[in-house]
């Protein structure tokens, strides 16, 4: 009997690169509006990254427009998709068209 092999969903491959996002933006040292510019580029740098990187790989556009340096953390706020069929959708959005497609 042949094994089915399961192909990850787009919303998952997001979350886990944003865990992934999370753990690297915990190491870099932050502190509101003291925060070096070295380090404030940086984290925008990775989050970039990992945005350009989905890109490629998912053929969605992936955006944090409210990140901000918030305290002692970097908060990304919340996430938009933009779908190759040009609609804008959140994350859950994204997971019921998923589940409905396969």
Same mark, same amino acid.
């Given at each position: ?12 491959? $997001?979350?886990?690169? %944003?865990?992934?996002?999370? %753990? %690297?933006? /915990?190491? $870099? ?6 925060? !070096?510019?070295?380090? !404030?580029? =940086? /984290?925008?740098?990775? $989050?970039?990254? #990992?945005?350009?990187?989905? /890109?490629?790989?998912? *053929? ?7 990140? !901000? @340096? !918030?305290? =002692?953390?970097? +908060?990304?706020?919340? #996430?938009? $998709?933009?779908?190759? *069929?040009? =609609?804008?959708?959140? @994350?859950?959005?994204? =997971?019921? @068209? %998923? +589940?409905?497609?396969?």
């Amino acid at each position: 009997m042949k094994k089915r092999t399961r192909y990850i969903k787009v919303y998952e491959r $997001i979350l886990l690169e %944003e865990k992934k996002l999370l %753990e %690297e933006l /915990a190491k $870099i040292p932050v502190d509101g509006r003291r925060t !070096a510019p070295v380090n !404030a580029r =940086k /984290a925008f740098k990775l $989050i970039s990254d #990992m945005c350009y990187q989905l /890109a490629q790989e998912c *053929n969605v556009l992936v955006s944090y427009p409210q990140k !901000a @340096i !918030a305290g =002692k953390k970097v +908060d990304l706020g919340g #996430m938009l $998709i933009l779908l190759p *069929n040009c =609609k804008l959708v959140t @994350i859950e959005e994204l =997971k019921e @068209i %998923e +589940d409905r497609r396969y």
